[in-house]
C-alpha cells in the first residue's frame, strides 16, 4: 500500500500548520534546557506500535518518519518538529512507529519532562496540546487503530464496545458482519463465529470474544502506567464532568491526583449530541469533545485516569480511605471526591431486557443515530438530555416523537430547546403519554403507547427508543458510610442535620464544608449529591469548588 499522510483529511494549510507545527530556535532552546540531546542512525526505530507513551521527540537535525504498519502511511517530522500524540500525556501504548530516516540529532524527554514543559510554558505548551488533540483526532477521523471490531447493528454487545472504544477516543475499524461481503474471511482467519460477536481483535493478534470493557482496556493497555498502588492526595470517583473538573483543578493545584471511573470518561454529559447553553461555546459542543478535551487538560497537569474499574465499597473506617474495585484492587487517598453521577430510569417494562442495546437505548451519540438512519423514533423525557437527543436526531431520523408524561416541557426544558423542537417538523410532542409495552422477536418492531388522559393505547412500528428520564445515583457502594437521603443521594454541607452528624460521630466542633458529605475529608459533586442543579456548568462548578475543601481537610488530617 503507498504512503498515505495522516493529514489527508486537512482542508486548509493553517490546519496542517497546527497538527504538524514547526518550533522557532528560540522554542528548541527551551525544551533543550529540559531535554537530553542524542544522536540518531539512518533506519533507527526511536518507538514501536505497542510501546508505552513515554517518549517525545524534537528533531534538530534530520528527519523522522511516523508510520504505520511498514509504509502504510508516512509523515515527514522535520528540523523543527515534534513527534507524540496525546498517549504521549497519558503513558497508553502509542499507535505509530518513529524510525530515523538518515542520521541526525533530536532532543528527547520522557513522561514526566513533557508534563513539566506543558505546565511551565505556556507558549510551547498551547502548541504543543492542540497538536496532540488535532493528531488524535486525525487518527480516529482516519481509522488509524491497532483495533478492528467485528459486530452486528443488532447485537447489544456490539453497540457496548463501539461506544466504550469510540468515548475512550481510541482508533478503531467497524466491520458489520451482516453487511460486509469479506466477512467470513475475517472470521475463518481467526477462527471465530458470528455467534461469537462482537469479536474484537485488538493489535492484530489477540481475539477477544463478546468482550468486557474492562478486557478491551487491559488488551488496548488503556491503564497502564497508572500507578495504583500509592497512596493519593485525592481520588476522584467518577469521570463525568463534576469529576473531571475536581481532577482539572486539583491536579493544577499540586495534588497528587487519581479518577477511577467505571465505564468512559464524560458519563451523562459525555452522551449529549450537542449542549448549546454551556458557557463559552455561543455555537454548542458535543458531550463527546466537553469530556475529551477535560480529560486531555487533566493529563496536562499530571492526573491519573484509570477507566474501566468501577468503584464496590468504601472503606471509610480510618484515613487514608480506600476505595475498592471491581477487579479486587484498593486505591488508598487521603482525600475522595464522588462524582459518581446518575443513571437514567429504567422504563418500568417486563421484557425491557430484551431490547437493550437492540432497540431500547440510553444515549444518543453518532452511533445510535447512524443505526436509526431514515427510522422513526421515540425519545422518552422532558428535560435537556431528551430535547437535545430529540434535535439530534431529527437530523437523520424520519420521525421523532417526543414522549413527555407531563401537560408540556415549560417546567422541565430549557426554553431555546422548546422552540428548536416546535419549529423542527421531524418533532412531535405526545404529552401525557407512556411507552407501555415493547414488541418484537429478535429486535425492537413495534411500541405501544397510552395516552394518560383517555386512556387509549397505540401501537406504533418503533424500531428505536431513547430513554433519558428521571435519575437513580450509583450510590450502592457508599451505604454504611455516608449520610444518604431517601433517594439515595449524598447529603452534603447545610443538608447534613444534626441527627446525620451524630450517627456518623461527627468528630469536629465546625459544621461539614460545602459538598463535604457526613465523612470528613469525603465529598460528593454533581448528579450524584441530593440537591444539585442537573446542569453541566453547574456540576463543573461543584468539582472545581470541592478542591479548595480538599486543601482544607488535608491540612486538618
Known amino acids: 500500500m503507498g504512503a498515505k499522510p495522516i493529514a489527508v483529511r486537512l482542508k486548509t494549510a493553517a490546519a496542517a500548520e497546527h497538527v504538524f507545527p514547526t518550533l522557532t530556535p528560540t522554542q528548541v532552546g527551551r525544551i533543550a534546557a529540559l531535554g537530553q540531546k542524542r544522536p540518531v542512525a539512518r533506519g533507527e526505530i526511536l518507538v514501536k506500535v505497542g510501546d508505552p507513551g513515554d517518549g517525545f521527540f ?33 503513558g497508553r501504548p502509542v499507535l505509530v512507529d518513529v524510525r530515523a530516516a538518515g542520521d541526525g540529532e533530536v532532543l528527547v524527554m520522557n513522561r514526566e519532562q513533557l508534563l513539566a514543559l506543558v505546565q511551565t510554558d505556556g507558549e510551547i505548551g498551547e502548541i504543543v496540546m492542540r497538536a496532540f488533540i488535532l493528531r488524535r483526532v486525525e487518527l480516529i477521523a482516519n481509522g488509524f487503530g491497532d483495533v478492528v471490531l467485528l459486530g452486528s447493528s443488532h447485537n447489544p454487545g456490539t453497540l457496548n464496545v463501539r461506544e466504550f472504544l469510540t468515548r475512550n477516543g481510541h482508533p478503531h475499524t467497524y466491520v458489520d458482519v451482516d453487511r460486509d461481503p469479506g466477512t467470513q474471511e475475517l472470521l475463518d482467519h481467526f477462527h471465530v463465529g458470528v455467534a461469537d460477536v462482537p469479536v474484537l481483535i485488538c493489535r492484530g493478534t489477540v481475539v477477544l470474544r463478546n468482550p468486557s470493557n474492562a478486557e478491551i482496556a487491559g488488551c488496548l493497555g488503556f491503564n497502564e502506567g497508572v500507578d495504583t498502588e500509592r497512596i493519593r492526595d485525592l481520588v476522584v470517583v467518577g469521570a463525568g464532568p463534576a469529576g473531571l473538573a475536581a481532577a482539572v483543578y486539583g491536579a493544577s493545584e499540586g495534588l497528587d491526583a487519581l479518577v477511577l471511573e467505571s465505564n468512559v470518561p464524560g458519563g451523562q ?11 463559552g461555546f455561543p455555537t454548542g459542543v458535543s458531550g463527546q469533545e466537553l469530556a475529551s478535551r477535560a480529560y486531555v487538560q487533566a493529563q496536562k497537569f499530571g492526573a491519573d485516569l484509570v477507566v474501566a474499574r468501577g468503584a464496590t465499597r468504601l472503606s471509610c473506617a480510618r484515613r487514608p480511605f480506600a476505595v475498592e474495585t471491581e477487579d479486587g484492587g484498593r486505591v488508598s487517598a487521603r482525600a475522595i471526591i464522588i462524582a459518581t453521577g446518575a443513571r437514567y430510569r429504567r ?29 422513526e423514533v421515540i425519545v422518552v423525557g422532558g428535560g435537556n438530555s431528551a430535547g437535545q437527543a430529540a434535535v439530534f436526531l431529527a437530523a437523520t431520523a424520519r420521525k421523532v416523537f417526543l414522549v413527555v408524561r407531563a401537560e408540556g416541557l415549560e417546567e422541565s426544558m430549557s426554553r431555546y430547546l422548546i422552540r428548536r423542537i416546535e419549529q423542527n417538523p421531524q418533532i412531535q410532542l405526545l404529552a401525557r403519554t407512556q411507552v407501555v409495552g415493547l414488541e418484537g422477536v429478535s429486535e425492537l418492531e413495534r411500541v405501544r403507547c397510552r395516552d394518560e388522559k383517555t386512556g387509549r393505547e397505540d401501537t406504533l412500528p418503533i424500531r428505536h427508543v431513547f430513554v433519558m428520564t428521571g435519575a437513580i445515583p450509583s450510590t450502592g457502594w457508599l451505604r454504611g458510610c455516608l449520610a444518604l437521603d431517601e433517594g439515595g443521594f449524598i447529603k452534603t454541607g447545610p443538608d447534613l442535620t444534626p441527627e446525620d452528624l451524630a450517627e456518623a460521630h461527627w468528630p469536629f466542633t465546625r459544621p461539614p464544608y460545602l459538598l463535604e458529605t457526613s465523612l470528613p475529608g469525603v465529598f460528593a459533586v454533581g448528579d450524584v449529591r441530593a440537591g444539585s442543579i442537573k446542569r453541566v456548568a453547574s456540576a463543573v462548578g461543584e468539582g472545581s469548588i470541592a478542591v479548595a475543601f480538599v486543601h482544607r481537610a488535608l491540612h486538618e488530617s
Request: proline fraction near 3%; glycine fraction near 10%.
Open 58 to 90: 524534537v528533531v534538530t537535525r534530520g528527519r523522522l518518519d511516523i508510520m504505520r504498519k511498514g509504509d502504510e502511511f508516512v509523515i515527514p517530522c522535520l528540523e523543527g518538529q515534534f513527534t507524540g500524540e496525546s498517549s504521549a500525556l497519558s
Open 269 to 279: 454529559a459525555g452522551s449529549s449530541s450537542r449542549i448549546e447553553n454551556y458557557l
Open 347 to 375: 422504563l418500568p417494562l417486563e421484557n425491557l431486557s430484551d431490547f437493550e442495546g437492540n432497540g431500547v437505548y440510553y444515549a444518543a451519540t453518532f452511533v445510535e443515530s447512524q443505526l436509526c438512519r431514515e427510522d
